[in-house]
């Protein structure tokens, strides 16, 4: 994408300058991306690893037009499919530092409802918060498998009291 890693953190370059080398200069308080012995960004440099900092001007066109959306639009899209759905795009979106860059993975997950129908996709939602699953892959596997069309079986997760194999505590003293 249109970011470069430094001291585990991403900051954004413009989009034009992807599988091209840059060079980084950093100090305590900036990071500056050079290309051609040109200066293409700054920004103040950020010590949270794994985030993104970004600046609009760098995202291609196509990325701009997110920025007109907001998170609350989708959940409102997510909620036309039903309840579980629209919180499971409020978990997406909470899972970012800027809720723009989990709008893919919330449209994804809404198309997933034209591929397997509005009803199927509310089922896998359901099925998916609860099992902590919290990705459009998670989702999207439940779908395939067509776990989203089996009721889940309580009784097959309670582990038995006595069992052949079971050694309980007393079995390591």
Not at 29 to 39: A, D, G, L, M
Request: net charge positive; glycine share 4%; with cysteine.
């Amino acid at each position: 994408d249109y970011h470069v890693e430094f001291d585990k953190h991403y900051y954004s370059v413009p989009y034009t300058l992807i599988h091209k080398e840059v060079w980084i200069r950093a100090t305590q308080s900036t990071v500056e991306i050079f290309h051609n012995r040109k200066r293409e960004a700054s920004h103040r440099r950020v010590k949270a690893p794994g985030r993104h900092t970004t600046v609009a001007e760098h995202m291609p066109p196509a990325h701009q037009k997110y920025l007109e959306w907001s998170p609350e639009r989708l959940v409102s899209w997510a909620q036309k499919t039903g309840p579980h759905t629209a919180q499971f795009v409020q978990v997406l979106l909470a899972s970012r530092q800027h809720p723009e860059q989990a709008y893919r993975s919330c449209l994804g997950l809404l198309r997933l409802g034209e591929r397997y129908g509005q009803e199927r996709l509310e089922a896998a939602c359901c099925r998916a918060l609860p099992a902590g699953i919290h990705s459009y892959k998670g989702v999207k596997n439940i779908l395939d498998a067509k776990l989203d069309q089996v009721k889940p079986d309580e009784a097959s997760t309670v582990v038995p009291a006595s069992h052949e194999n079971i050694r309980g505590q007393d079995y390591y003293q």
